[in-house]
């Protein structure tokens, strides 16, 4: 029994549909009438495709929907029924067909595979590296500092070949046009990232000078790290300035591999980073309970057999740890950068919105700079006092960790109230929302929800603790402790709001014709009561009406103001948005100069004081104002090891969280 299904010459789609409904049949062969092809030689001809069940006897079984689903179908000659002119015109055929059956099928499968398989990568290095920092952190005989300190040389090496190799590529084909992102690393992260990579090379230098003075004693390797960490980060900071917004079209499954490890060996240094700091605080916080007469916990230190050989390794020790807090964020933020780079691999760039955003002026910042200032003066005073009155006795410790607390909550309160007002002013414009593909800005909603997580635990474990709580501490200090809980969990969930509305937020400009204006928002109005600035204005009637094709645009590009109607006009413009120009000829006179409305001046005064206030909540933590390990509360409640282990991991997120507002706030203040 034998079927034909006709199809017209480029009509692969009404195929393909005829194709699945013939597929069900449990067909093994295929049989072309290759005669009747030739007959009908016209593009536009019908040609007729035999197939028949019954000459399984006759041909090998192919499968023609997996030959469809990629790509198409190539009809030719394939069975021995098919007139050819010789035998090496058929074997020639049958090479040409599979070579073209290779390409469909593996054509777009790298590109399509090669994220998830560069990710796994990434993964395995993580677990690895990650792996070692646990069998290291529990002091065992088989895993020494020299096998993670290896590992991580290993990875850096790894990735300054790679990037070397980049960099040449890159350099002989300066002629090719190459794309670019202007949203990822701007020049002021890349600023910022360079700030910290210096002080990043000042803790090397130290760990160099801190090694070299024991140099008797220990393995080569641990004097090798910081020096290949030197230059990973010279070179590293080389690469961002750059190559970060290069978008790669060309070899895009190994540079998916090299891109990632870069982001992965970023991650590990990270973690290599909290993993010593977190060591070197519970050694210093065992010490002072131990000092206050507390339980005795076993104090781990480290130290080489030897005696140093210079009288500068006490300082370079000391000089190390105040170093780390910033080392860790210039790992954490390059591997964000470096994220967004491997997400932007392959990608077709919108030339459209792909353009630089212009920078409004700092006209009206006062309130917010000065309450910022404040803010920081302000931490850097209980910074001090919390350091020293919490080594002291019980009494002023318990004092010093309640100042702590109520400093805190005074600062979580006015950042609550700034982020919600700025919520309200955003509800108040009524502008859309922008949902063009920008993997940076998604990063930065993503990062702030999952950096949020850390605090979020240590906050609901305090309450639990605090709840459960009957005696023990004193009252003031529970219920200092749960009201800074409940204001940390609120302050983030409204401050993420109010970031992610800003960052997608259009600006008057960009909405274009989403907004529609209300029945008077076209006219050209005046300023309230006193003249209209002057002009040149071209009125209608001077000319001839228009006889042919209307420019619709010219009428609908003075629509984008109209949710800010109510807003003073000045100039003849809102919000950076024209107005349009009367049917009234104005006289010629100097155009004055543009200013930002009110709500526009809040809304900068709330971003850059909630930078400040974040910039000191992220100082207090990172040099040791941490009174979730001295209150004693949750301690009781979940016992020492247990609350270790979520401090441990909390305490780096939310120090991240901090510097990740802090960046995008900044660019916040910027695109307001």
């Not at 199809?7 to 005669?35: I, L, M, Q, T």
């Not at 020096?227 to 010279?234: C, E, G, L, N, Y």
Request: proline share 4%.
């Amino acid at each position: 029994m034998s079927r034909s299904v006709g199809y017209a010459v480029g009509d692969s789609r009404k195929f393909r549909e005829r194709w699945d409904v013939w597929h069900v049949a449990p067909f093994h062969a295929v049989h072309v009438d290759c005669n009747r092809l030739r007959s009908r030689p016209s593009p536009n001809a019908l040609k007729v495709l035999r197939v028949d069940a019954s000459l399984s006897k006759d041909f090998a079984p192919i499968d023609l929907g997996a030959m469809v689903e990629h790509g198409g179908l190539d009809i030719m000659c394939l069975n021995k029924y098919c007139n050819s002119s010789s035998s090496s015109s058929t074997s020639d055929g049958d090479k040409n067909l599979l070579k073209k059956l290779r390409v469909r099928l593996t054509e777009n499968y790298p590109q399509k595979n090669a994220e998830v398989l560069s990710a796994q990568y990434g993964t395995q290095l993580l677990l690895i590296g990650v792996a070692l920092m646990f069998a290291l952190a529990n002091s065992g005989p088989s895993v020494h500092e020299e096998h993670l300190l290896s590992f991580l040389t290993t990875l850096m090496i790894l990735q300054l070949l790679w990037m070397l190799w980049y960099i040449v590529r890159k350099d002989r084909q300066r002629s090719l046009v190459s794309e670019k992102d202007v949203h990822a690393g701007t020049s002021w992260i890349r600023g910022g990232l360079s700030l910290l990579a210096l002080l990043s090379l000042i803790m090397d230098a130290f760990r160099i000078g801190y090694f070299v003075g024991y140099q008797s004693c220990i393995s080569a390797v641990i004097v090798v790290y910081p020096i290949i960490h030197a230059v990973h980060t010279i070179s590293q900071v080389y690469f961002l300035w750059f190559h970060i917004k290069d978008v790669i079209n060309r070899y895009k499954t190994f540079e998916r591999f090299g891109v990632i490890h870069a982001v992965f060996t970023n991650l590990l240094l990270w973690c290599n980073g909290v993993m010593s700091e977190s060591e070197h605080f519970m050694n210093n916080h065992n010490r002072r309970l131990s000092s206050l007469g507390f339980i005795n916990h076993s104090i781990v230190e480290f130290e080489p057999d030897c005696n140093c050989t210079t009288s500068a390794c006490t300082m370079f020790s000391s000089g190390v740890f105040y170093l780390y807090p910033f080392n860790i964020e210039y790992h954490i933020f390059v591997s964000a950068m470096l994220f967004v780079m491997w997400k932007n691999i392959g990608r077709t760039i919108d030339h459209h919105a792909n353009h630089k955003k212009p920078t409004t002026r700092t006209t009206g910042l006062v309130l917010g700079p000065i309450f910022g200032l404040v803010a920081l003066a302000s931490t850097i005073g209980i910074l001090v006092v919390y350091t020293i009155h919490v080594e002291k006795s019980l009494s002023m410790r318990e004092s010093a960790i309640v100042m702590f607390y109520s400093y805190s909550i005074a600062m979580l309160a006015f950042m609550c109230v700034a982020s919600a007002t700025g919520l309200l002013i955003y509800r108040a414009e009524g502008l859309p929302m922008d949902t063009t593909k920008n993997p940076s800005r998604q990063l930065d909603a993503e990062v702030l929800l999952g950096s949020s997580v850390g605090s979020w635990l240590m906050s609901w474990c305090s309450i639990v603790a605090v709840s459960a709580a009957a005696s023990g501490s004193g009252p003031s200090l529970r219920w200092c402790n749960l009201v800074h809980s409940l204001l940390a969990v609120l302050e983030k969930y409204v401050q993420n709001l109010f970031i992610v509305e800003s960052l997608y937020r259009k600006r008057c400009e960009e909405a274009g014709e989403h907004v529609e204006a209300g029945a008077n928002g076209g006219g050209g109005t005046s300023t309230g009561g006193g003249v209209a600035p002057e002009i040149f204005s071209v009125a209608a009637s001077m000319g001839p009406l228009y006889d042919g094709i209307i420019n619709r645009a010219y009428d609908n590009q003075y629509r984008c103001c109209g949710a800010l109607e109510s807003e003073p006009v000045e100039n003849g413009q809102a919000y950076g948005c024209g107005r349009k120009p009367s049917d009234v000829s104005l006289p010629v006179g100097p155009r004055l100069k543009d200013k930002p409305s009110k709500k526009r001046q809040i809304l900068k005064n709330i971003a850059v004081f909630l930078f400040m206030c974040n910039i000191s909540l992220w100082i207090l933590p990172a040099f040791g104002c941490r009174p979730q390990y001295d209150s004693g509360l949750e301690q009781e409640t979940f016992g020492f090891a247990f609350w270790t282990t979520v401090l441990n991991f909390a305490i780096p997120l939310n120090l991240f969280y901090r510097m990740h507002c802090v960046a995008s706030l900044f660019e916040v203040f910027r695109k307001v």
